[in-house]
Each structure stands twice: as C-alpha cells, then as structure tokens.
C-alpha cells in the first residue's frame, strides 16, 4: 500500500468505503431507521484482501454508532464476528437480539 486508506460514509449510498490511492477497495453496507443501524454486507475487492481494511471500516463504522448512540444490527457475518472479537462493542447489539448473531 503506497497511500494510508482512507474511510468514508457515503451516506447518500448509504454504505461506508475504503479508498486507497483513488479507488473503493472495500465496502460496507447499512440501512439507518430511527435508533437503529443494520449492517448488510461487507465486501473487499481481489487484490485488497487481507490487509486488515474491513475491519479498519467496521471499526470506523461502529464507533460512528456508538457516537450517535444507534443499536447495532449485524446482519453481516463479517460484522457480527468482529463485534465478538472486540467486546467494547458487544452493548451495541440489543441484549434481547445476541442470540440471534452468537453474541450471547
């Protein structure tokens, strides 16, 4: 990696991105309703995997919903895993739905 990455919300795509050197590399989806945010999908693209971005992005992503104070729905695997990797993160997900995302 030549540039340091940059993270962005797109909020009119709703989505949060990673750039590097000019390009998306890696992409998150979410959906905003009142008091809550569910996140969909997270993908990084061949030739970027492996480098630590998307978890880089979900960091960035959840620190942003915890600064606005949102419940967190991890419908992405992904998301999910890396809320049950970092614990300072879990109170973001409903205590009455971490069940259903083995966050219990």
Same mark, same amino acid.
């Given at each position: 990696?030549?540039?340091? !990455?940059?993270? &962005?919300?797109?909020?009119?795509?709703?989505?949060?991105?990673?750039? @590097? +050197?000019?390009? *998306?590399?890696?992409?998150?989806?979410? &959906?905003?309703?009142?008091? *809550?945010?569910?996140? *969909?999908? *997270? /993908?990084?693209? /061949?030739?970027?995997?492996?480098?630590?971005?998307?978890?880089?992005?979900? +960091? $960035?992503?959840? $620190?942003?919903?915890?600064?606005?104070?949102?419940?967190?729905? !991890?419908?992405?695997?992904? &998301? =999910?895993?890396?809320?049950?990797?970092?614990?300072?993160? $879990? /109170? @973001? &997900? !409903?205590?009455?739905?971490?069940?259903?995302?083995?966050? =219990?």
């Amino acid at each position: 990696m030549s540039a340091e !990455p940059e993270i &962005v919300d797109d909020k009119e795509q709703s989505r949060y991105e990673v750039h @590097l +050197d000019g390009e *998306t590399v890696a992409i998150a989806d979410y &959906v905003k309703q009142p008091g *809550t945010v569910s996140f *969909t999908h *997270t /993908e990084t693209f /061949e030739g970027h995997k492996g480098q630590g971005l998307a978890g880089r992005m979900i +960091d $960035r992503a959840l $620190r942003d919903a915890q600064a606005e104070e949102l419940a967190v729905i !991890p419908f992405c695997s992904f &998301v =999910s895993d890396y809320i049950a990797q970092h614990d300072e993160f $879990r /109170e @973001l &997900v !409903p205590e009455d739905r971490r069940n259903e995302f083995g966050l =219990s």
